[in-house]
């Protein structure tokens, strides 16, 4: 069946270090496929999507492209703050109000 | 500002009682949902509604209703009969079947 895979937390990071959060899926057709953030205490935010393979979403400077060829959208950013620290879900969209929720990856940014 | 307002923040209750989780929206969404959150996993998905007066379970609807009488309120009861209800409940709207899911804040439910 259709499901999202993303990597295992936490990730530890250093100010400025570049970031990368793997997310790999599995679904029949062509599903819209989002990056939410999530922070302590808080409901889930759209970060960023992207709608039909070699779209690239970007937003807040992080980026995912569309790979149908790898049923990928890994999460990039070149330069992590510690104000990025939180939760992040890589999530599908597919056959009409069916998403799909990864389990979620946790970043600690340290200054 | 629009958005989804999901009350109270915190919720206790003894093992036993039923209890309602409130949500509304002001963003003139026809599609609401209810996820429920645990530690280290995925949201899963208990009902959701496509539009008034109509919905539909989802993949953990055991122990849970709801009910939708109007386009803004989507309210959640947890029952007796759901076994593990401690959990942080999420409430979601989206414009329509295709488009991104917006989000409430939460409602961390205990049961003791």
């Known amino acids: 069946g259709d499901s999202v895979t993303q990597m295992e937390g936490p990730v530890t990071l250093s100010e400025e270090a570049f970031l990368t959060i793997n997310c790999t899926y599995t679904?029949?057709?062509?599903?819209?496929l989002f990056w939410y953030v999530q922070y302590p205490g808080e409901g889930l935010q759209l970060l960023l999507k992207?709608?039909?393979?070699?779209d690239k979403g970007s937003n807040k400077g992080f980026e995912a492209t569309y790979r149908k060829e790898t049923t990928s959208f890994h999460l990039e950013k070149g330069s992590v703050q510690v104000s990025d620290s939180a939760v992040y879900f890589c999530a599908l969209l597919y056959n009409f109000n069916k998403f799909y929720f990864g389990s979620g990856t946790k970043l600690n940014v340290k200054p | 500002d629009g958005g989804i307002t999901q009350s109270p923040k915190y919720l206790f209750r003894k093992e036993g009682q039923n209890v309602t989780l409130s949500c509304e929206q002001n963003l003139n969404h026809d599609a609401m949902y209810w996820y429920r959150q645990d530690p280290g996993q995925g949201l899963r998905l208990i009902y959701y509604?496509?539009?008034?007066?109509?919905?539909q379970k989802g993949d953990i609807a055991e122990g849970y209703s709801v009910s939708r009488e109007k386009k803004e309120s989507f309210p959640l009861t947890v029952t007796s009969a759901q076994k593990n209800p401690t959990a942080f409940y999420l409430c979601?709207?989206?414009?329509?079947?295709?488009?991104?899911?917006?989000f409430g804040n939460g409602t961390r439910l205990t049961v003791t």
């Open positions: 979601a709207s989206s414009i329509d079947q295709i488009s991104p899911l917006h």
């Open positions: 679904a029949t057709g062509y599903p819209s």
């Open positions: 992207a709608t039909k393979a070699d």
């Open positions: 509604s496509q539009i008034v007066n109509d919905f």
